[in-house]
């Protein structure tokens, strides 16, 4: 199993940065694509930014320009840096592993960290 945890969330003024940090842990062959998504109150949530080991990352629109997405492979982690953050930005933050394991292939998801930008 793979255990994902999250920090870096807070309360942050628009126009104002934040990094998000995941780690992962537990038992696994290895992590292929890792990546953020959020959700907000009332809405689904949705991808923001996803990264495989060793491609091409992908943003969402709404973030592209603004949210820069990064992992480090040897140490198991993947972290979002977020700048020009505005108020619908506000959502928990979720990150998410797609990992083998000795059961096979499985997506796994941290508990989510809140991220709230003021106006």
């Known amino acids: 199993q793979v255990q994902l945890v999250e920090s870096g969330g807070g309360l942050v003024q628009a126009g104002g940065s934040l990094r998000l940090s995941c780690a992962a842990s537990?038992?696994?062959?290895?992590?292929?694509?890792m990546g953020w998504f959020r959700q907000a109150p009332g809405k689904q949530r949705e991808l923001v930014a996803s990264?495989?080991?060793?491609?091409?990352?992908n943003y969402a629109s709404s973030v592209k320009g603004r949210f820069t997405i990064s992992r480090d492979n040897g140490r198991n982690t993947v972290s979002l840096q977020m700048n020009s953050l505005k108020p619908e930005d506000t959502a928990v933050y979720y990150c998410?592993?797609?990992?083998?394991?000795?059961?096979?292939?499985?997506?796994?998801w941290g508990q989510g960290t809140q991220v709230t930008v003021s106006s």
């Open positions: 998410t592993a797609g990992a083998y394991t000795k059961t096979g292939f499985d997506n796994y």
């Open positions: 537990g038992s696994f062959f290895s992590i292929i694509t």
């Open positions: 990264i495989p080991p060793g491609g091409t990352t």
